[in-house]
């Protein structure tokens, strides 16, 4: 017992010296805490997957809707980006790995080519969940369409077989930076818009933007 007791002190001292050491380095954006584990964040079930039966939608204000099977998914350009994530709930983890196709290389790749007026694009999960962000920050190299986390596919809690993610890559400190919400674990489709619509959480009172350095957690509502 004194063993799991002294064990579960260095676990904590670790973390705490962690967050001083990112506050100081200007990582620790304001409001938020270190945390070691990687805490599990979700309405509803988590589905299972046969990747046969698996695909990622591409519709709205594209030039031409497309479905991608995983098989073709795997085809495409991948790349691998270091993170800092920001959840709204006040945990932050650091240096996270995640590796996938980023929604910049589909279009430079011309494999997504959204329409002249398109503005933002709507997440859309297998549950249902959905979050809206402009096209622009999805564009960012920060933002990634992720199958792998730390060298692994992702666990099933955490988005199997695909999610987005957005996080902080240090010393890029012009890259808009939002909470983690703004990325659906278990992705089936990308909505491109021609207008801002709120998704699940932002509909419910979260912040429209979302930014972790202006600490925009709740208030400013869709269209206010
Ligand atoms: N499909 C889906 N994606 C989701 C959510 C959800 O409820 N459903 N919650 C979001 C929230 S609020 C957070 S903080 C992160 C948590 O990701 P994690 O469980 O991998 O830590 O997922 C986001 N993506
Ligand atoms: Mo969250």
Known sequence: MFKKISKLRKKNNQRREIEKEMKQAGRLPPGQRATLKFPVLHLGRVPEYDLSQWSLK????????TK????????????????????????????????????????????????????????????????????????????????????????????????????????????????LWKGAKWLRGLKFMTKDEPGTWEVSGYHNEGDVWREERWGRRFGT
């Open 58 to 65: 591409i519709l709205g204000a594209v030039e031409k809707p």
């Open 68 to 179: 991608l099977s995983w098989e073709e998914f795997q085809q495409l350009p991948r790349t691998t980006v270091t993170l800092d994530i920001h959840c709204v709930t006040q945990w932050s983890k650091f240096d996270t790995v995640w590796e996938g196709v980023s929604l910049k290389t589909l279009t430079e790749f011309g494999y997504v080519k959204p329409t002249e007026n398109a503005t933002h694009i709507i997440q859309i999960a297998e549950s249902g969940y959905k979050t809206n962000l402009p096209m622009s920050v999805m564009l960012q190299d920060n933002f990634l369409l992720a199958t792998h986390f730390n060298g692994q596919p992702l666990a099933p809690e955490h988005g199997y077989p695909l999610r987005g993610v957005i996080g902080h890559i240090v010393g890029r400190k012009e890259l808009e930076d939002v909470y």
